[in-house]
């Protein structure tokens, strides 16, 4: 017999959001720009390429916050070889409701929805 889940029925995170979030907006570009090289390059040579996220979360002692190490690494091929690129960064994000990640602070994102005034 399963037990209820106390976990919403469809994600909590909103993935498009948090990317955009990450370093302020820098991992979204670094990604793309890893994505696209790696592709041309892949049709270029007629070579695999690769691209790796590595994604590491650690909680921040005495709050309900965690700190999102975000690593981007891609290898792209070469008419000789391979290219290779890694950059790292990090994030400060807050844990809400079912592990909501966000910027801003769960409860201010409750409240900001709360006083919105329907047409304005």
């Given at each position: 017999?399963?037990?209820?889940?106390?976990?919403p029925?469809?994600?909590?995170?909103d993935?498009?959001?948090?990317?955009?979030?990450?370093?302020?907006?820098?991992?979204?570009?670094?990604?793309?720009?890893?994505?696209?090289?790696?592709?041309?390059?892949?049709?270029?040579?007629?070579?695999?390429?690769?691209v790796?996220?590595?994604?590491?979360?650690?909680?921040?002692?005495?709050?309900?916050?965690?700190?999102?190490?975000?690593?981007v690494?891609?290898?792209?091929?070469?008419?000789?070889?391979?290219?290779?690129?890694?950059?790292?960064?990090?994030?400060?994000?807050?844990?809400?409701?079912y592990?909501?990640?966000?910027?801003?602070?769960?409860?201010?994102?409750?409240?900001?929805?709360?006083?919105?005034?329907?047409?304005?």
């Amino acid at each position: 017999m399963t037990q209820p889940s106390n976990r919403p029925a469809s994600a909590a995170t909103d993935v498009a959001e948090f990317i955009t979030d990450l370093d302020g907006g820098m991992f979204e570009r670094i990604l793309s720009q890893a994505l696209s090289e790696t592709a041309a390059a892949s049709i270029d040579h007629g070579k695999v390429g690769e691209v790796s996220i590595k994604l590491k979360i650690e909680r921040i002692a005495g709050t309900h916050q965690v700190r999102l190490q975000h690593d981007v690494k891609f290898s792209k091929p070469t008419s000789m070889g391979r290219a290779s690129e890694e950059t790292s960064g990090a994030t400060v994000l807050h844990v809400g409701k079912y592990g909501r990640l966000s910027l801003a602070q769960p409860s201010l994102l409750d409240n900001e929805r709360q006083t919105k005034v329907p047409g304005l």
